[in-house]
């Protein structure tokens, strides 16, 4: 594998597709109400980028300590674009619609992830 990555997916043509797509379901987050004791947005989207860097991580044991590092910090760019455009929600008690989207979106993320690290082989 290579020693040095630059963009594995933040600002390659899928990634700019999946949040455009984002984007353009931002409605079905209009529903989220305030979070009295629940789970916010922010946590199930935190929850979710977490597991799937580990299955990453797991299904990938070779991967190289940079290699990693750079994944590491590519997550938390997905991490602060999702919190940029769903600024107005984020700690929100997300519906179940909506969290099955998140999980949709972010398992989308995790094939932009494989697709890159597959790349490097």
């Known amino acids: 594998m290579e020693n040095t990555v630059k963009n ?3 600002h390659t043509e899928g990634y700019e597709a999946l949040i455009e797509y984002l984007a353009s379901n931002l409605t079905l987050f209009e529903g989220a109400s305030a979070s009295d004791q629940g ?3 922010e946590e199930v989207v935190t929850d979710l980028i977490a597991t799937q860097l580990m299955a990453v991580f797991s299904q990938n044991p070779d ?3 940079d290699v990693r590092f ?3 910090q590519e997550a938390d760019s997905v991490m602060a674009d999702l919190h940029q455009v769903l600024e107005g929600v984020w700690l929100r008690e997300p519906t179940n619609e909506q969290i099955n989207f ?3 979106f972010i ?3 995790k094939n932009l992830f494989d697709s890159a690290i597959a790349k490097l082989s």
């Open 39 to 41: 789970v916010t947005i």
């Open 70 to 72: 750079q994944l590491m």
């Open 63 to 65: 991967i190289e300590q």
């Open 8 to 10: 594995l997916v933040a």
């Open 107 to 109: 398992s989308l993320v």
């Open 102 to 104: 998140l999980e949709d």
